[in-house]
């Protein structure tokens, strides 16, 4: 499932070879936060990585699909509360022909972290 248009928007992006940071919103209609939870909206953990794979796929220009979480650690609740959200991504490295890894981190405009990640993909 695409996220991107749905549950988040990019409204900002700089990206370079092996490194990559985007300003994102969350939306706080979309049908993920109506049922995750009624009246307290939290961003499921598993959307969180999907954002994390589908700005990765943006940043090297390739279709990518998550292969696996080498480690994630969710810090704090990431709420849709209109405010900016950072993602940066680093270590961005081809592994072989077929297989990328990155570190994500998601954080707010002051830098405190809702969540650090470790994944690879591989390209679709």
Do not use: W
């Amino acid at each position: 499932m695409i996220l991107r248009g749905e549950l988040y928007n990019i409204t900002g992006s700089n990206v370079e070879t092996d490194n990559a940071a985007y300003e994102i919103t969350l939306n706080r209609e979309s049908f993920i936060y109506q049922a995750h939870f009624p009246g307290m909206p939290i961003t499921p953990g598993v959307c969180i990585i999907e954002i994390a794979t589908e700005l990765l796929s943006d940043a090297v220009g390739k279709t990518l699909e998550l292969q696996s979480v080498k480690n994630a650690k969710f810090l704090v609740p990431l709420i849709p509360d209109g405010k900016e959200v950072k993602v940066k991504i680093s270590k961005i490295k081809e592994i072989t022909e077929n297989k990328m890894s990155a570190q994500v981190m998601i954080a707010d405009s002051q830098d405190s972290v809702y969540a650090r990640i470790s994944l690879e993909t591989t390209i679709a």
